[in-house]
Nanobody
Framework: QVQVVESGGGLVQAGGSLRLSCIAS????????MAWFRQAPGKEREGISC????????HYRDSVKGRFYISRDNAKNTLYLQMNSLKPEDTATYYC???????????????????WGKGTLVTISS
């Protein structure tokens, strides 16, 4: 049975940092492109970053470019999201997702994802 579990969320002040982790079981992430999504209260879920299975292709949403950094450790079956210079508008539940995809480019489209975690809440105070 496939499980994708996020951790690392919490409450931090604006300007602070958090590192999210996503550990997968029941699948080997080196066969998947991986992505991070977030959903703020009252808003639709949005894709914020993705990384191809080799790590050779990475994409960031404009609003997080230069502040968030995605990485993966295939040996640990783990995906990371380093979030720096956090802003109140980054407050959301953050989700990890796996995309079997093509493995060349990565996607931040929800429709392309095959497996999802249940999310971890990130709250940024002003």
């Amino acid at each position: 049975q496939v499980q994708v579990v996020e951790s690392g969320g919490g409450l931090v002040q604006a300007g602070g940092s958090l590192r999210l982790s996503c550990i997968a079981s029941g699948l080997t992430i080196d066969e998947y492109d991986m992505a991070w999504f977030r959903q703020a209260p009252g808003k639709e879920r949005e894709g914020i970053s993705c990384i191809s299975r080799s790590g050779g292709a990475i994409h960031y949403r404009d609003s997080v470019k230069g502040r968030f950094y995605i990485s993966r450790d295939n040996a640990k079956n783990t995906l990371y999201l380093q979030m720096n210079s956090l802003k109140p508008e980054d407050t959301a539940t953050y989700y990890c997702a796996a995309d079997r995809g093509m493995g060349i480019f990565c996607s931040v489209s929800s429709a392309d994802m095959d497996y999802w975690g249940k999310g971890t809440l990130v709250t940024i105070s002003s």
